[in-house]
């Protein structure tokens, strides 16, 4: 019976809190691109559009207003004219860069373009 009750306890392992937190807000579509646009430097909002492919303007929106509301970037208006607004990483944004690029060489390494069906 002693090995039954390792499986149960095996089974009552949770994820870290911290880990749940993270994926909560950058596992979502399009928040991963948006802050590894912003850790190279604070970008405007039609250059942000361009640089991450098939995001509407809407969900970009909501992505930075989710990522402001988390402390992660601010939003700043340049006065003009023209108007424009820029985004860049606060410090708590910013300090997800070499997060971000280990992610980055571990899916050159492990994921191979075209594996999740994705791409051009």
């Known amino acids: 019976m002693a ?5 149960e306890n095996s089974m009552c ?3 870290d809190g911290g880990i749940t937190r993270v994926f909560q807000l950058l596992g979502k579509r ?9 850790v190279e430097q ?5 250059d942000l ?4 492919p098939g995001i509407s303007e809407r969900m ?4 930075l207003t989710e ?3 988390a402390g992660l970037l601010v939003r700043e208006v340049d006065e003009g004219p023209p108007l424009r607004v820029s985004y860049r990483l ?3 944004g910013a300090a997800l860069g070499p997060a971000l690029r280990g992610l980055g060489e571990w899916a050159e390494k492990y994921l191979p373009e075209g594996e999740l069906g994705g791409g051009c």
């Open 30 to 38: 399009w928040t991963g691109p948006i802050v590894s646009v912003l």
């Open 90 to 92: 606060t410090e708590a």
């Open 49 to 52: 559009r361009r640089a991450v």
């Open 67 to 69: 990522l402001g509301a």
């Open 60 to 63: 970009l929106s909501d992505r």
């Open 42 to 46: 604070p970008t405007h909002f039609a």
């Open 13 to 15: 392992k949770r994820v």
């Open 3 to 7: 090995g039954g009750r390792n499986h």
